[in-house]
T-cell receptor
Framework: GAGVSQSPSNKVTEKGKDVELRCDPI?????LYWYRQSLGQGLEFLIY????????KSGLPSDRFSAERTGGSVSTLTIQRTQQEDSAVYLC?????????????FGSGTRLTVV | DAKTTQPPSMDCAEGRAANLPCNHS???????VYWYRQIHSQGPQYIIH???NNETNEMASLIITEDRKSSTLILPHATLRDTAVYYC???????????????FGKGTKLSVIP
């Protein structure tokens, strides 16, 4: 597609449930990033994928968070046993290569609300 | 990566130039200055980047001081659609290894006034 696609755009879930968020990066982009943005806050880095290299998981806030990227394309961010503090907009970005900071293209995000 | 300092908010009259400052006094020689913006309810959007020379593209101009300790993003003729949070980010260039995520601060909320 022309841009980074994220689904769903909105998700309301009950506390304790698991959720999966999906990101379709731009075709050919080898680097993929997940960020989250809590209300009124800046962007918080979560995880980074680059080709077949081991992902950089240094930003994941707890072991309830995990992500995978299948076939170097689509990525899924999974949050287990959701908590109210997980409520945020989860943003995915891709870039043509890992170092090209100018090449980031962000999706519109998934707004997660944990009730 | 070097830390950046930006004013939390600014106003600009529609049609006038918007000059957004950024201080990065601890920048090192191999770090670039990047600008992104985030319009409400959207993901951030790349604007421009530079190392030491001034840069211009269809969206904006970037002026970097000679000592590289500060920079200014210039939107030459601000429109209402330019109302957004503008992020100044300093980061090393790609060197072939490692993780190169961008670190976003709180940015400057620019309000373009009709």
């Amino acid at each position: 597609g022309a841009g980074v696609s994220q689904s769903p755009s909105n998700k309301v879930t009950e506390k304790g449930k698991d959720v999966e968020l999906r990101c379709d990066p731009i075709s050919g982009h080898t680097a993929l990033y997940w960020y989250r943005q809590s209300l009124g806050q800046g962007l918080e880095f979560l995880i980074y994928f680059q080709g077949n290299s081991a992902p950089d998981k240094s930003g994941l806030p707890s072991d309830r968070f995990s992500a995978e990227r299948t076939g170097g394309s689509v990525s899924t961010l999974t949050i287990q046993r959701t908590q109210q503090e997980d409520s945020a907009v989860y943003l995915c970005a891709s870039s043509p290569q890992s170092g090209a900071a100018y090449g980031y293209t962000f999706g519109s995000g998934t707004r997660l609300t944990v009730v | 990566d070097a830390k950046t300092t930006q004013p939390p908010s600014m106003d600009c009259a529609e049609g006038r130039a918007a000059n957004l400052p950024c201080n990065h006094s601890t920048i090192s020689g191999n770090e670039y200055v990047y600008w992104y913006r985030q319009i409400h309810s959207q993901g951030p959007q790349y604007i421009i980047h530079g190392l030491k020379n001034n840069e211009t593209n269809e969206m904006a101009s970037l002026i970097i001081t000679e000592d590289r300790k500060s920079s200014t993003l210039i939107l030459p003729h601000a429109t209402l659609r330019d109302t957004a949070v503008y992020y100044c980010i300093v980061r090393v260039a790609y060197s072939g290894a490692g993780s190169y995520q961008l670190t976003f601060g709180k940015g400057t909320k620019l309000s373009v006034i009709p």
